[in-house]
């Protein structure tokens, strides 16, 4: 292994690499722009391979690792996987393999969980990847006795990409996947995709008024600007800042339904083939 | 170019290959193995980048081609692109490119479509890519003056993988999707997914008696048919036939879900990385 040089560099201009399936982690990715608005930011999505929710651990091991060498080739100072069944499946090899700090949006998720639960009887909704690999459950009971209820919900993804965030189909569905955790009774429901903050009035309104919805943006947020101080990366203010969009395909059409999760225009988006 | 050499062979034992994006395929699969028992068949399912019905064309395209070279190389006769969005959108490249009889499932359909309405107006539902291609109504309209109508059904190919064939949330989907070609007053509809036979009976329980559907799937098998014994391709019926199944991904599950397309047990599962 090479050894790493300890250089002291009190502000580090290169840019937070942030990965995905598809869209959802633009919903991270507007959170660390506008918390920290000095960083330059690279989003990749992958939406040749989309979604990832029902793939194997070995598929999304390798699609995981292809990106994050292209992100380390753009030089990346930072990732973060905003994809929770990468962060579920995935992050421990990247964590082993990659010579820069990599987060997971599970971790910071369980964390905001577990603050906002009183009654410590906590829900997780997700995809098949997510729910099945118990991610959360071990996460949150790393940090506290509580109880886990999971429920994964293999129609959310595609209601959000087909725009699907209300109405009488979404609802009935929504009804479905709740109808289990909510014989729980649940204080807290943990958004355990990035693509599930998009559902959350329609969900909110399935939900009983005292379940606390929770999802990983902001604690994710709050690990990456924690990271970068503690490891003195932060970007200098006046430096001059990016943002960049890549994608595996269809560039067109994730400007048009980025913006959704993005909150604001996509103007410059490139595809990329990846070696694999 | 090479020039081809032009001998004519009686039986050819070589197996005859076909592929999808996923499972739907194996519905066309079943049939051709009903159909014609002598023939060897090897089936490819792209469970890495499936769904295909909202990818770009140059991605269909590209995908196509990895798995087309990959069965080329395993000596196949023939190749049936057994799906709708691949057959919409790469059909044209690979008849262009391949040098083995190439046969998708929109001719066949529309030729079925036509042949089974008597009003001559048809609906049609597929993928947002098989839609956005026009390439069934392009297809209907070379063989009759007929009045179509199309609709894309996103949510269909995720409800049949979740398994929710049936049941509300079902039910309020295929409403909403078959209301506007109702209003068309359509009296014949084409499936214009290999996965939506398995829906065919919520559908048939939500359409007028008097609509007829259509699946591919008859339909080209009579094709399949048709060119093996012009071009003398058949297999001979003492020959040693088999069934071999590849997949890009997760070959466990493509036994376990498979086995509810392809009408019975799917025993070897094999998984291929393709060189992209």
């Known amino acids: 292994m090479q050894k ?4 002291k560099i009190l502000r580090n201009n290169n840019p937070i690499g942030i990965f995905d399936s598809g869209f959802g982690g633009l919903t991270v990715m507007s959170a660390i722009n506008k918390a ?3 960083e330059s930011l690279i989003y990749f999505g992958d939406t040749a391979h989309v979604p990832y929710g029902a793939k ?3 598929a999304i091991i390798k699609f995981s690792k292809d990106i994050t060498s292209f992100l380390i080739s753009n030089k990346v100072k930072l990732i973060v996987v905003a994809c929770n069944t990468a ?3 995935a992050l421990p090899v990247l964590e082993k393999t990659l010579k820069v700090p990599v987060i997971g ?3 910071p998720g369980a964390r905001a969980a577990v603050d906002a639960s009183k009654k410590l009887r ?3 909704i997700g995809t098949e990847g997510t729910i099945g690999s118990k991610s959360y459950p071990k996460a949150i009971k790393k940090l506290a006795k509580a109880k886990t209820y999971q429920q994964s919900c293999p129609l959310f993804v595609p209601l959000v990409e087909e725009g699907l965030t209300d109405g009488e189909i979404t609802d009935s569905v929504v009804k479905k996947y709740i109808k289990p955790l909510l014989a729980k009774n649940i204080d807290t429901l943990v958004l355990g995709c990035t693509h599930y903050p998009l559902l959350r009035k329609i969900l909110e309104k399935n939900l ?3 379940i606390v919805l929770v999802d990983s943006a902001k604690s994710t947020v709050l690990e990456v600007k924690r990271i970068l101080e503690q490891k003195s990366l932060l970007a200098s203010k006046s430096g001059k800042k990016y943002l960049k969009f890549y994608v595996s395909d269809n560039p067109e059409k994730f400007k048009k339904i980025g913006k959704r999760f993005f909150s604001k225009n996509i103007t ?3 595809k990329i083939n990846l070696t694999n």
Do not use: C, M, R
Request: no cysteine.
């Open 87 to 89: 962060s579920a499946l």
């Open 268 to 270: 410059d988006v490139k």
């Open 208 to 210: 009983e008024k005292n």
């Open 105 to 107: 949006v599970i971790a």
């Open 56 to 58: 194997s651990q070995n």
């Open 122 to 124: 906590i829900g997780i």
């Open 4 to 7: 790493k040089k300890e250089i």
């Open 36 to 38: 920290l608005p000095s």
